[in-house]
Nanobody, 118 residues
């Protein structure tokens, strides 16, 4: 069983920055594609970014140029650096992992709240 725990959320002013961390329970990043999703009030959960074990990265258009996803396999950790934050970035952010060889195995963290407001 893989466990994921997010941290780093909080309240920030528009234009500010936050760095989210996803800590995995074991040595999984070598065989899992990792990613971030978010869910704002009244909306469905949307994909934000993902990073493969080889380092291939993709972002949703709305965060390109502002967010950076990275991973540290030695520490079983994934990060989301969020810069130039906007009020519309307000959401609960979730860590996600999918096993490459068995993609039916999907894991989620419990989420961390990000609020962008003046």
């Amino acid at each position: 069983q893989v466990q994921l725990v997010e941290s780093g959320g909080g309240l920030v002013q528009p234009g500010g920055s936050l760095r989210l961390t996803c800590q995995a329970s074991g040595s999984i990043f070598g065989i899992y594609t990792m990613g971030w999703y978010r869910q704002a009030p009244g909306t469905q959960r949307e994909w934000v970014a993902h990073i493969t074990s080889a380092g291939t990265i993709n972002y949703v258009d709305s965060v390109k140029g502002r967010f950076t996803v990275s991973r540290d396999n030695a520490r079983n950790t994934m990060y989301l650096q969020m810069n130039s934050l906007k009020p519309e970035d307000t959401a609960v952010y979730y860590c996600h992992a999918r096993k490459v060889t068995q993609p039916q195995y999907v894991y989620w963290g419990q989420g961390t709240q990000v609020t962008v407001s003046s």
